[in-house]
Every structure is written in C-alpha cells, then in structure tokens.
C-alpha cells in the first residue's frame, strides 16, 4: 500500500464507496482495513454522537470514514488537504459523468476553505447532493460529504 496516496484513497473511499452506496452499486473492498473509531474518539475529532467512524491508517497519516444516517463524509488532514479536491472531483466525475457543479463558495464554517457542492443523479430515482470542503492553503483538513436523497414519482 506504499504506493497509494491519501487523496487517492479519500477519492476511492468517497466514490466507489460513499456514491456507489447511494447508487445500490457497491463492488470490491477497500485495499486497507479499517480500525474503529470510539464514541470518545469520535468526539475528540468533533463530530456528533449517533454515528459510526473508521480510520484507514495510510503513512503518513490515514483518513477517516463517518457515516451518520443518510450522510457520509470522508476526511483527513495534513499536506495532502489540499490535493483533495482535485483527486476526488476528477474520480466522482470519471464514475458519474452525469455530475453537476452547483457552487463553488467561502465556507461559511471555515474561512480559509471553500465549499463546492454537486448533484449526481444516478438515474434510478437515487440522488445525491455533494459537498466537498476543501483547503485554500495547507494546514486546514479536507472533507467530502454526501447526503443521500430519493426522487420521489
């Protein structure tokens, strides 16, 4: 696994599992096993009681899967942050080409990050709304977030 970097793993976490999920088109495994994440952990990283979190351990420092309801998001920090975007909007995109850019704005949580959102419309009445949280300059962390939705007929 030397060779896989963490955006790349961010990228294949998030698309070929978070998306894939929500598409009802899960295939494989991931090529690293994940460690649980306890209540206590989770709540030193900040997140909201009610999930449940992973961490794949990657050199130099790995990246964390929470899944919280109908959300899931994939994080992680360090100099890699800020490649994040790039590795998993090319992904997402290569896999759903039906991806729509909404916006691209400050996020409001986070000055120093941007927030760009997206729509994939997987076609069998299945959507889900993108939003991707990533670093203007090193030392922020990166996150990708996807909210899964239902056209309803």
């Known amino acids: 696994m030397a060779a896989m970097k963490i955006t790349e793993l961010a990228a294949k976490l998030f698309v070929e599992g978070c998306l894939a999920s929500v598409a009802g088109s899960v295939k494989g ?3 690293i096993a994940p ?4 209540e206590m952990e989770r709540a030193e990283l900040g997140l909201p009681q009610g999930g449940d979190t992973v961490f794949y351990p990657l050199p130099p420092t790995g990246v964390f ?6 959300v ?3 994080f992680f920090s360090g100099s890699d942050a800020t490649r994040g975007l790039d590795a998993v909007e090319s992904a997402m995109k290569r896999a759903y080409p039906s991806t729509k850019q909404l916006k691209d ?3 409001p949580a986070d000055k120093d990050r941007r927030k760009r959102s997206y729509q994939v419309d997987f076609g069998n009445s299945r ?4 939003e ?5 300059r090193a030392g922020r962390p990166f996150a990708a977030r ?6 309803k007929n």
């Not at 996807?146 to 056209?151: D, F």
């Open 127 to 130: 959507l889900a709304l993108v």
């Open 146 to 151: 996807v909210t899964a939705q239902a056209r």
């Open 105 to 107: 704005e400050t996020d």
């Open 29 to 31: 495994r991931m090529p």
């Open 132 to 136: 991707i949280h990533y670093p203007q």
């Open 72 to 74: 899931a998001t994939v």
């Open 35 to 38: 460690k649980t994440v306890s």
């Open 65 to 70: 899967l929470d899944l919280a309801g109908p």
